[in-house]
């Protein structure tokens, strides 16, 4: 890992706060990632288990981490339940979940997670341990429907339409195979596109319903799920789960409007501006 790259937690007081963090009690953090909201849940006396799908940054947390004893284990937050069982963790008294990707991976897992660094390979695996599918694979083997299927929801239709026709023509000159290859197709909308390839690379929505709905099921009653997403249709589909929740009256919403990070917060970390972070608090 390069040194001088690091992830600022995102929300943090804001994140102690709704988890309620105290000494002795049990805490989640399904997304661990560099470990910075661990490390401070830790040191006010937390327990906690980290589940973090990809090694490299597992093991960077696993050296940050090593004095406070958590208990660290690679895998999904889709299988939170088995994972806290098979861990004898469960139940719990929070679990969050930071969702998207840390800077260690847009700067130096070379994974070609940032549509800046041309040479990288079109990848975007979370996990490569998990699947062989790369973001590359995806671009040369998709039909045309299934491309749209891709890039709609993200991009729209209509801008859509106009990169999967450069798409087409692209790849029977040459398959994809690095960043640079499909930034030249797209400069305007390259952070959208790598982030809906990103997104079906890891099956992400699909992740993040399964993992809430885990969440939810290994609390303690009196337990607070947190949620923070980075973009509009993450935070949709947790509302839609919440609200679901609510209705079936197994606790409440404790965020109607998403809790945002301050001018301040921004100015210093401005990966947050686009943080949105909700709460659900079990009966
Ligand atoms: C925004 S970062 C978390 C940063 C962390 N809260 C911190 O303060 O350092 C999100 C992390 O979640 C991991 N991740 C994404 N999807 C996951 C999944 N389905 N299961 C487990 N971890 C996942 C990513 O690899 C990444 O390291």
Not at 131 to 147: G, H, I, P
């Given at each position: 890992m390069e040194s001088n790259v690091s992830h600022e937690p995102v929300l943090l007081s804001e994140v102690l706060e709704a988890l309620n963090v105290k000494r002795g009690k049990k805490y989640i953090?399904?997304?661990?990632?560099?470990?910075g909201h661990s490390e401070a849940i830790l040191n006010r006396g937390g327990k906690v288990l980290g589940i973090e799908a990809d090694s490299q940054m597992l093991k960077f947390s696993e050296e940050r981490l090593v004095n406070n004893c958590p208990t660290l284990v690679r895998g999904k937050f889709e299988n939170i339940v088995a994972i806290s069982k098979s861990q004898n963790f469960?139940?719990?008294?929070g679990v969050l979940m930071d969702l998207g990707i840390s800077n260690f991976h847009y700067?130096?897992?070379?994974?070609?997670?940032?549509?800046?660094?041309?040479?990288?390979?079109?990848d975007l695996r979370l996990a490569p341990a998990d699947t062989d599918v790369t973001a590359a694979m995806l671009l040369n083997a998709l039909s045309e429907k299934q491309l749209e299927s891709l890039f709609e929801k993200i991009i729209g239709i209509h801008k859509s339409r106009g990169i999967i026709k450069k798409i087409l023509r692209a790849r029977k000159e040459k398959p994809f195979a690095i960043v640079s290859d499909l930034q030249n197709l797209a400069r305007q909308e390259s952070a959208e596109i790598f982030l809906a390839l990103r997104i079906a690379v890891n099956s992400e929505f699909e992740a993040l319903e399964s993992g809430v709905r885990g969440a939810l099921e290994v609390l303690n009653s009196g337990g607070v799920l947190v949620v923070i997403s980075f973009h509009s249709l993450e935070d949709k589909l947790v509302m839609k789960l919440f609200r679901e929740f609510e209705q079936k009256e197994l606790g409440a919403i404790s965020t109607q409007s998403p809790i945002v990070p301050t001018e301040v917060e921004i100015e210093r970390n401005?990966?947050?501006?686009?943080a949105l972070m909700r709460i659900f608090k079990k009966i």
């Amino acid at each position: 890992m390069e040194s001088n790259v690091s992830h600022e937690p995102v929300l943090l007081s804001e994140v102690l706060e709704a988890l309620n963090v105290k000494r002795g009690k049990k805490y989640i953090d399904a997304t661990l990632g560099a470990g910075g909201h661990s490390e401070a849940i830790l040191n006010r006396g937390g327990k906690v288990l980290g589940i973090e799908a990809d090694s490299q940054m597992l093991k960077f947390s696993e050296e940050r981490l090593v004095n406070n004893c958590p208990t660290l284990v690679r895998g999904k937050f889709e299988n939170i339940v088995a994972i806290s069982k098979s861990q004898n963790f469960a139940p719990v008294d929070g679990v969050l979940m930071d969702l998207g990707i840390s800077n260690f991976h847009y700067e130096s897992l070379k994974r070609g997670f940032s549509f800046k660094k041309g040479t990288e390979p079109l990848d975007l695996r979370l996990a490569p341990a998990d699947t062989d599918v790369t973001a590359a694979m995806l671009l040369n083997a998709l039909s045309e429907k299934q491309l749209e299927s891709l890039f709609e929801k993200i991009i729209g239709i209509h801008k859509s339409r106009g990169i999967i026709k450069k798409i087409l023509r692209a790849r029977k000159e040459k398959p994809f195979a690095i960043v640079s290859d499909l930034q030249n197709l797209a400069r305007q909308e390259s952070a959208e596109i790598f982030l809906a390839l990103r997104i079906a690379v890891n099956s992400e929505f699909e992740a993040l319903e399964s993992g809430v709905r885990g969440a939810l099921e290994v609390l303690n009653s009196g337990g607070v799920l947190v949620v923070i997403s980075f973009h509009s249709l993450e935070d949709k589909l947790v509302m839609k789960l919440f609200r679901e929740f609510e209705q079936k009256e197994l606790g409440a919403i404790s965020t109607q409007s998403p809790i945002v990070p301050t001018e301040v917060e921004i100015e210093r970390n401005p990966k947050s501006r686009s943080a949105l972070m909700r709460i659900f608090k079990k009966i």
